[in-house]
DNA sequence: ATTGCTGAATGG
């Protein structure tokens, strides 16, 4: 590894992630008959309205089975494989805090525990919001699809392209978050020279909330612009639909967002600490600490890494993100689809980023999609136990009831 | 807090 600048954080966790692991088939084929909020016979009709007097809504029960040894290794980077059984693991730790913490009071936010969100929730949340809170509350209810392992793979490769990878046990939740900011370390010189990096960590507070995210890939364009590409890998040889693109379109968005302001020497450590509820003086775990040293770094305590990471961000006079690519490749075999350069538009973004935080501020209820995306339902795994979904049916319904009469 | 706080993103 002649360069330090090509490592990345990752985590890895728990050998049996496969145990316990609910079967969904099931569910997931009888959510294929549901149609969309139209289209309604005359029999349904009656039955609709039975059904919406009496409330019924029937939660399937989830049981979450785990080993309860509960070590965690945390690494610098995956060794590969990382696809299904750590994306099923995160889910089931996810799940599991969420569900035992849950409030029956109080924003959001508080309800499900979160101290940050990630980009990737506000872009699910744009995609349907109703889909997103039913993650929260039923993760265990969603699937990775072939697409989704398909995409993790492919981004791995690329990712091996440019990194080496290490891993790294850690023992803390300072120790993960120091390696986060030793990987931003190692990043910021090989963006200095000009070169190009992946997975690069971001996170920054937004309209008071903290959102914390991975950048795909940062590079510079042939013009010397600092150029962000966005990789989204289809299982089908097509753009995307508007709709897609705009939660994509939103995701780079919020990357450009949050990186810039890191780059700006927006980043204050004891906000992050205080937000994060981080431990300023633990000491870092003996492995992180030797990855550090490699680096030439000197640092015992979360608080120095921290430190030295804020003030290399402010310093390093990285430029902001000058532009967006979103770079749609078939999975099928690899051909590219189309590249697009998408504007940011400051005012826009920050509008519909209000928007989205309202309701994890507890300002507003939440809320599905417009009828005219009811298409979505169909793959959606909720649908059966959708309470926006129900609402809107039995207003259409009643709706068509009432021309009826007329 | 009884023991108590998350890899993010992957695609539609």
């Known amino acids: 590894m002649s360069d330090p600048g090509n490592c990345t954080a990752s985590l890895l966790k728990e050998e049996d992630a496969t145990a316990g692991r609910p079967d969904n088939r099931q569910l997931c084929e009888e959510n294929k008959d549901n149609e969309d909020f139209s289209d309604i016979s005359d029999s349904e009709l009656q039955q609709l309205q039975d059904t919406a007097e009496k409330g019924d809504r029937s939660l399937p029960e989830i049981k979450n089975k785990r080993t309860e040894d509960g070590t965690s290794l945390e690494s610098i980077d995956v060794n590969a494989e990382s696809g299904e059984d750590l994306y099923q693991d995160g889910t089931r730790e996810r799940d599991i805090l969420r569900r035992k913490r849950k409030q029956e009071v109080g924003t959001p936010l508080e309800k499900y525990s979160l101290r940050y969100l990630t980009v990737t929730d506000i872009c699910s949340q744009v995609w349907c919001e109703q889909q997103m809170v039913y993650k929260m509350e039923l993760p265990a209810l969603v699937e990775k699809s072939a697409a989704m392992s398909e995409g993790s793979s492919i981004h791995l490769a690329r990712e091996l392209e440019v990194h080496d990878i290490v891993s790294v046990t850690t023992k803390t939740r300072e120790d993960s978050w120091a390696i986060k900011c030793l990987n931003i370390l190692a990043m910021i010189p090989v963006l200095q020279s000009g070169g190009r990096v992946r997975e690069f960590p971001i996170f920054a507070e937004l309209d008071g909330l903290y959102v914390v995210g991975v950048i795909d890939e ?117 051909s590219l689809l189309g590249c697009e350069e998408v504007t940011f538009q400051k005012e826009k973004v920050l509008e519909q980023l209000t928007f989205n935080l309202s309701y994890w501020k507890g300002l507003r209820e939440v809320q599905g999609v417009d009828i005219e995306d009811a298409w979505k339902c169909r793959m959606c795994e909720y649908s059966s136990i959708c309470e926006w979904r129900a609402q809107k049916t039995r207003s259409i319904a009643l709706r068509t009831l009432n021309k009826r009469l007329k």
Not at 248 to 271: A, C, N, T
Not at 316 to 326: E, G
């Open 218 to 334: 940062l590079g510079y364009s042939s013009k010397g612009e600092l150029e962000l590409r966005e990789l989204k890998t289809r299982a089908s040889p097509t753009l995307p639909g508007s709709s897609q693109k705009r939660s994509h379109e939103m995701q780079v968005f919020l990357y450009k967002l949050i990186f810039d302001r890191m780059v700006s020497g927006d980043l204050q450590p004891d906000v992050i600490m205080q937000h994060l509820k981080l431990r300023p003086e633990q000491e870092l775990g003996s492995q992180v600490k030797e990855h550090a040293i490699t680096s030439d770094l000197n640092v015992s305590t979360f608080r120095d890494v921290l430190e030295l990471t804020c003030l290399n961000l402010t310093y390093s006079d990285l430029p902001m993100i000058d532009s967006l690519k979103l770079e749609y490749c078939f999975q099928g075999d690899g």
